[in-house]
Structure formats: C-alpha cells, structure tokens
C-alpha cells in the first residue's frame, strides 16, 4: 500500500501502447476493434473494446424540485429501467447541443438555464464511452419527438425520491446513479458556497 | 406527466421481444450479437448488444475507515483510472467467490466480513452485464496475485476522501462510483438502524 501518487508518474509505469488495431465489427450502433497492446512489462496483450461516440446525460429539475425521470425498457438486460433522459452525439454535434436534443425529444422539454457538471466513463473495461452530464433547470414545454424505434414513458419525482431509489435499489442504472449524485453534490456543496 | 406505475403494468407496453438473433463477433472478452426485435408498436427494429457474464465489485474498507482504491490503466479509453477492486464472474462461479478472489488477487487482502449491497447495469444501451456490490470488511493479509496481462497499483485512501474524489470527479469510472454511493447509502441509513 502506498500514498496516491501523481497521475503523470503513474501513467508512465501502468500504460498500455496500441500496436495494431483490427475493426471486427461495423454494425449501426457498436464498432468493436480488437487490438494488440504493449503491456508496462513489454509482453504482448490482447485488448477487445467497443468504439463509442460519447454521449449526454440530463438531470432536469422542475422549480419545486421534481426531477424528469423516464422509464425505458433496454433491450440487451431484456428489463425496464428508471433513467435520466441520454443520448449518444451525432457526427459533428457537440455535447451540449445533444443534452438539450435528447432532454426535448424524450421528454417534451426545454430548459432556460444549463450548468455542465462533470463526465464519467460508464464501462472503462470494453468501452472508450464518455458521458457528459448537464443540470437543465427553468423547464418549459417543446415538443416530445422520439426516435421512431424508441418507447418511452415520463414521470416527475421529487429529487430527494430518487437519491432515496438509488440507495434502495430501485434506479440500478450506473448512468442515471452518477449524473444523480453528481447533481446532488453539486447542489449541495457547490451552489451553496 | 404521470405518477410511477407498477412496474408490471409498464412491462406489458414497453417490452421488446426477440424475434432472430445472430452472433456477430466471438472473442475472448467480447461476445457481440445483432438481433431483430419486436418492438411495443409491433413493428421490427434491429438491436445490437454485448452480451456479458456479469462481474463482481468489491468496497473494502479497514477498521480505521480507509477505502481500498487501485488505479488501473484502461486501454479503451487509454487511461488510468481510481477503481474499486473489480472483476469478471467465472464460468460456473457464484458472485460471492468471484467477489472473495477479485478482492484477494487484485489488492492481496482478505476478508473476514462480508455484505452484500446490491446491484446495478453499467451500460444497459449495449450491454447486459450486471455488476454485483460487495462490502468487505475485517482485512487481513492474503496474497496478491493478478492476470498475467493486469498491472495495477493498490492504495488505501479514507471513506470520506473517496466520496469526495467522486463529487471532484477525480473518481469518474461509473462502477465506482455506484459502488461507492451505494456502499455510503447502507452505512449511513441501514448500518445505523
């Protein structure tokens, strides 16, 4: 055990050097690469990851304080999940012009004030994925326009509700869990000061 | 708007039915599927998923209140990262042991007490992996004993240092930071009851 080093002499003795870099998969949403990697000892090792353009998470709060949640049925865990609006960015979008995209086409919304609040990397195994996370507060009504294979429903629960269904259980998405309590945080410590 | 339904009722009109399924990519880590489904409208859309045996992350925290925290260079996103000890479920391994092992292997403790806490999905829009939290407590020596191909440094930072780094977003890896956050839920309301 050791104190915490400087990140810079770390990532000198723990990085991994691309050596060759092969596309096996090209589909409409995932490009998996499989690669060769020069390991810190110089032995060769063998990296599978996905390609991922990114994306944005909204946590958007009402004036009393209910956040818009919607619940989505997700496919690969065949299961409903509770969820902060998110989408992936478009070719040539940037990030904040996604987060206010997705949070009108999911959930019908516009918000008059925005605060970025951090990013996070949903699965650092397999997956180069960033998400972004954006505060939309000062709600007002536009217009609900999902993705035509895209179904969707959307409550309002109060902030403190869902910091509560994180630590039950019952919000078990990791991205939906970090921009919440990132939120949280950030309403807490920083816009207090 | 509405106020949350039972999550049976939503499950009826939300859910999406496999209808082919065809595996497009079989590596050693990835195993990559394209699929057809029958969405809520009846009509087809293609979905393309990771399919995962799931994994096991371990909060393991000595008598004094320090954390165990490693830092790991990640070769999709090419950088290091402050992780909880983490890893892959095992063919034919139950969580609980794959949770006892990662510990061992990655960090060369033991422990004597052991929670379950919960789980949660780190990447439901492409993945179905399911990541199983665990409180580990009263540490003792064991052996440390990584993958070939794994190189990691082991620090001990205290508890509350920990949620700090995530609300600073120096700890920015989604499975710490539902791991952590759920693990600081149970200590403060559960734990005190």
Redesign the interface.
Known sequence: ?????S?LR??GS???QKKLSEK??S????H?F??E?I???T?I??????QHPG?CAVVSLFSNGDC?LI???????????W?VPAGKIDRGEDPFSTAARELEEETGYQAEEWTYI??????????????HIYLAEGLIPGHQNMD??E???????PFNEVVGM??S?EI????T??SI??VQ??LE?DRMK
Chains 1, 2 share one sequence.
């Open positions: 055990m050791k104190n915490p080093p990140n770390l990532k723990l990085a991994e096996v998969f589909g409409e949403l995932l998996v499989k690669d990697a390991l810190p000892d032995s090792g063998r990296r599978e990851w996905i994306a818009v619940q989505q049925f997700r496919y690969p865990a065949q299961q409903l999940f969820e951090g990013h996070f990397y949903p699965a650092i195994g397999y997956a180069d994925e960033i998400i035509k294979d179904f969707l429903s959307v409550y309002r629960v994180i630590h259980g078990n998405d990791a991205k869990i970090s309590i990132r945080g950030f410590r």
